[in-house]
């Protein structure tokens, strides 16, 4: 057994996948798909809870029983910054609305999306690739090597404050993560030999070393294929 151990910088694409409500990719009509590389920055935050503490005291001060249990993973909280307003994204993730405009178009351009009230019920799966840096940058036949994460299980997407002004402009949204389904695959091919049973109970996220380019960034969503 060898452990790879890499040096990844940057992130260079990331793929959103519409889960239904236990978690499991959508496939055929009503599915999305989209992939970017117009982000500049996605936050990760691990929340813990912490162990209950045990204190016990005599009656001259000092502690009769003093222990704290371990603490626990609750979730990880996310937040993705973009440069670009993808309307097919935002509504994937938010689960908002999209303004269609058909113009010359018979099928509709996507233009926008209408934000409002409600509960935030989308379910949806994220992928980040990272190149590796230095001399690991390739494996011995000389193929880019990458870092590729799975997030499979993301939910409560929530818009970020907004600025207009005299710069460039960004919106994000905020999320936590939830423990994966074991039907999510569609990150196989990254994942090299692992099987779909990896996502056992309670699992959040995941990274693992590959050879295996990341898809293409476009525009707009994709439906993902029936299998």
Not at 14 to 33: H, K
Not at 140 to 155: C, K, M, N, T
Not at 197 to 210: C, E, L, Q, V
């Amino acid at each position: 057994m060898v452990t790879q151990c890499v040096a990844p910088i940057k992130a260079q694409v990331a793929r959103f996948t519409l889960l239904d409500i236990c978690g499991r990719p959508l496939t055929g009509p009503g599915s999305a798909q989209i992939t970017t590389d117009a982000f500049t920055e996605i936050s990760n935050s691990p929340n813990y809870e912490e162990g209950q503490r045990f204190l016990l005291r005599k009656a001259n001060g000092e502690p009769c029983v003093n222990q704290r249990d371990p603490g626990f993973f609750n979730w990880l909280e996310q937040t993705t910054t973009l440069c670009t307003l993808d309307p097919d994204l935002f509504a994937a993730v938010i689960g908002e609305p999209i303004i269609e405009d058909s113009g010359a178009s018979t099928t509709g351009d996507h233009t926008g999306v209408i934000f409002g009230e409600g509960l935030l019920e989308n379910h949806f799966s994220m992928e980040v690739w990272q190149p590796v840096s230095g001399e690991g940058a390739c494996d011995a036949s000389g193929l880019q090597r990458y870092v590729y994460w799975a997030f499979p299980h993301i939910i409560d997407a929530q818009i970020q404050e907004f600025t207009f002004q005299n710069d460039t402009f960004t919106l994000g949204f905020s999320s936590i993560t939830r423990a994966a389904h074991p039907d999510w695959n569609i990150g196989d091919p990254w994942l090299a030999d692992s099987p779909v049973s990896m996502w056992g109970p309670g699992k959040h996220y995941a990274f693992n070393i590959t050879t295996v380019a990341p898809p293409e960034p476009a525009c707009g969503a994709v439906e993902v294929p029936e299998t």
